[in-house]
């Protein structure tokens, strides 16, 4: 397991003077598991890792990658190979959720749009039509997005997004978000743990820019359907 509390490599600039350095937390779940994995099968692990994250949201990236950097500046991967093995397990747990998303399929997806309450399906060909239009950017943005950044995948699949530009844009897209963190992993040193705080707030502030969006949705969406019924009264 990656020891948290031996010193990271001579000259890494964790160790420079002036450093800042503080006591990292013991690792438990996440972070254990991950660490387990990275042990045994070194920057492949960190790969495989990333890739379940993609699967299940749930586990943090935000996690893992500082771990990862932080395993590097420990010398026990080197951290190009951190970087490609992460990036590359992105783009397999991003494939994986393209081939879930095909395989539900456009008219199963309306179907359930149907059913959901205040949703019109005019919505749903409005969002349709947009992420064919945008796909392309949609896709690379959203995987340096929290939360949507594997989801992404799923109406990119639904829309049966050519193979070929959704690899590519799936692969620059984590590259960039994996290699931010994996670097401030390797940056920080026993200070890894300090990504996820800043990552933590962030996240935050995209949860709640979600549910303002969902709040004006719905209150809208009643106004609508009152305004009618308010005509006929009168």
Same mark, same amino acid.
Request: hydrophobic fraction near 50%.
């Given at each position: 397991?990656?020891? &948290? $509390?031996?010193?990271?490599?001579?000259?890494?600039?964790? &160790?420079?003077? *002036?450093?800042?350095?503080?006591?990292?937390?013991?690792?438990? =779940? /996440?972070?254990?598991?991950?660490?387990?994995?990275?042990e045994k099968?070194?920057?492949?692990?960190?790969?495989?890792?990333?890739?379940?994250?993609?699967?299940?949201?749930?586990?943090? !990236?935000?996690?893992?990658?500082?771990?990862?950097?932080?395993?590097?500046?420990?010398?026990?991967? =080197?951290?190009? +190979?951190?970087?490609?093995? $992460? $990036?590359?397990?992105?783009?397999?747990?991003?494939?994986?959720?393209?081939?879930?998303?095909?395989?539900?399929?456009?008219?199963?997806? @309306?179907? /359930?749009?149907?059913?959901?309450?205040?949703?019109?399906?005019?919505?749903?060909?409005?969002?349709?039509?947009?992420?064919?239009?945008?796909?392309?950017? $949609?896709?690379?943005?959203?995987?340096?997005?929290? /939360?949507?950044? !594997?989801?992404?995948?799923?109406?990119? *699949?639904?829309?049966?997004?050519?193979?070929?530009?959704?690899?590519?844009? &799936?692969?620059?897209?984590s590259l /960039?978000?994996? &290699?931010?963190?994996?670097?401030?992993?390797?940056?920080?040193?026993?200070?890894?743990?300090? %990504?996820?705080?800043?990552?933590?707030?962030?996240?935050?502030?995209?949860?709640?820019?979600?549910?303002?969006?969902?709040?004006?949705?719905? %209150? +809208?969406?009643?106004?609508? @359907?009152?305004?009618? @019924? !308010?005509?006929?009264?009168?």
């Amino acid at each position: 397991m990656i020891d &948290t $509390t031996a010193p990271v490599n001579p000259g890494h600039p964790a &160790t420079r003077p *002036g450093s800042l350095a503080a006591e990292p937390p013991p690792l438990t =779940g /996440i972070a254990e598991w991950a660490t387990d994995l990275m042990e045994k099968l070194g920057a492949p692990g960190a790969g495989l890792a990333v890739a379940l994250e993609n699967l299940f949201p749930p586990l943090p !990236s935000e996690i893992i990658l500082p771990l990862a950097g932080f395993a590097a500046s420990r010398g026990e991967m =080197g951290l190009w +190979s951190a970087i490609f093995w $992460t $990036t590359l397990g992105s783009v397999v747990g991003a494939l994986a959720l393209y081939y879930v998303g095909a395989l539900l399929g456009r008219e199963r997806t @309306r179907a /359930i749009a149907a059913r959901l309450p205040l949703v019109k399906l005019a919505d749903v060909d409005r969002t349709e039509a947009w992420f064919v239009r945008h796909g392309v950017v $949609t896709v690379f943005a959203g995987r340096m997005i929290p /939360i949507f950044r !594997s989801l992404i995948s799923i109406p990119a *699949g639904i829309e049966r997004m050519r193979m070929l530009p959704f690899l590519l844009c &799936t692969a620059l897209g984590s590259l /960039i978000w994996n &290699t931010a963190f994996v670097l401030a992993g390797y940056l920080l040193g026993e200070n890894w743990h300090r %990504v996820e705080e800043y990552a933590g707030l962030v996240q935050k502030l995209v949860i709640m820019a979600v549910v303002i969006a969902v709040g004006w949705f719905v %209150v +809208s969406r009643l106004a609508r @359907r009152h305004r009618p @019924r !308010s005509r006929h009264r009168r």
